[in-house]
């Protein structure tokens, strides 16, 4: 049946389909309608596990621990609090953000593995294309001042703070994805795959939109942002540095002129924006030298007020099941919004630190089982990266993306945007695909290197 309606084909159609909806109208999603796209997803994974005949058990493991994970949370939270189906309900519905982003790693790298490089950098171009589309759009949001095409999905959270300028706020530009913050998290990945797709094939445009890419960066404003970019650049130099013993340097002369010219050219627009009134340059200063004052003010204690709430209820509430266990997933914000526990200003209800969210909602044991996985992964790469030589520049710019996303994390809780999760399945299925199954086998220093990163060809 399957081979009569042309799976592969529908594979890639949805494939598509399903990355445009999330790059341009993900903020529809809610935790109820998740639940329908992660039936979506669980369709076509049955459908492509029983047209490839393949599986990749890594996942289903990760799957299997967070579901009994899941179990000894509701377990303590019976023994802790008695029966509490508020709690229960909120629970459930995050741990399907942990599920959606587990199936989309599978779906993903699945599709990988059936096809070659050159046809799956065919999708990553599509997707690319898509996000520099938002990126122009921002830029000309920030010049309007408003957001007439997107903005009205949005919460009402944004139309309270971002949609318009107030006195002690910036506008920040949302584009597509409802919130400055993580908009940007979208655009410093694409900073990096677009300077990827430019190392990659030579050619100028990637390079181009990368800048443009940049300069919408700098408009959301996000501090988070900015030095989750600085630490990913710092941190591709690096790997040139020690795995080539060269800088990262893909430039002949020619290039030069033609990048000297486009950023004078940005240099131009940034003064005629000044002209017009819009001093970016001076705004993205304020914004670090307000760090104890005004909107930046309640942003350091809202995090501040965070880290201490956090360290307090489990270091000196909770017991000891709960520091080994956690709370349970998606029990943070529950618990400071059913009792009113502002964090520094009304409405503050979330501590916007991932890390922080995940010990409170993990505990000790999920909390060093992630970060395990990470560093794991991370240093696996390095190694692959190491021994591939020059063939690993893909998987460079992929894990440097990767870690970018990662660092930006600490400063919002993103594995509750479901736009989030779907940017974090799509590069740890290309960084998974790139270091097992796309280099040389003599790259793999670690054919078996643990049960959760061994993974069975087709």
Known sequence: MLNTIHFPRIYLIYLCLFYAFFIFFSPLVLSNKLIILVFTQLVILAGAVVFYKTIDYSMVTLFALLVADLIIQLLISVFSNGIDLPLWMRMIKAFVFYVFVIISVLVNLIYFRQHSINRNFRLHRFIVSMLNLVAVYCIAEYFFKYNPLFGRFFSGAYHQYYSVRHADFFYR????????????????????????????????????FALINLAALFLTFSRGSYLALAVAALFYFLINITARHRLPVYLSRAYLVKIAAVLAAIAALLFAAYL??????????????????????????????????VMNSMFHKASFFQLLFGNGVGS?????????????????????????????????VGICFFLYIIIRLFLFC???????GETSVDLEIFLTAFLGLFINLAFYDGFYWSNVLVLLGYLAAWILYLSHFSLPSSAKI??????LFHFRRA
């Open 276 to 309: 017009k009134g819009f001093n970016v340059i001076g705004t993205i200063a304020s914004r670090f030298l307000q760090l104890g004052t005004g909107a930046g003010g309640i942003s350091l204690y809202q995090r501040l007020n965070g880290f201490h709430f």
């Open 332 to 364: 943070l914000a529950f618990t400071l919004k059913t009792n009113s526990i502002s964090l520094y200003a009304p409405g503050l209800y979330v501590v916007d630190n991932q890390y922080l969210t995940l010990f409170y909602e993990f505990g000790l």
């Open 173 to 208: 530009v949302s584009g597509t994805m409802q919130h400055p913050i993580v908009m940007g998290s979208f655009l410093l990945v694409n900073v990096i795959l677009n300077f990827g797709l430019y190392a990659r094939d030579k050619k100028i445009w990637p390079l181009l």
């Open 446 to 451: 670690y054919p078996k290197l643990s049960l």
């Open 382 to 388: 390095l190694k692959t990266i190491a021994a591939a």
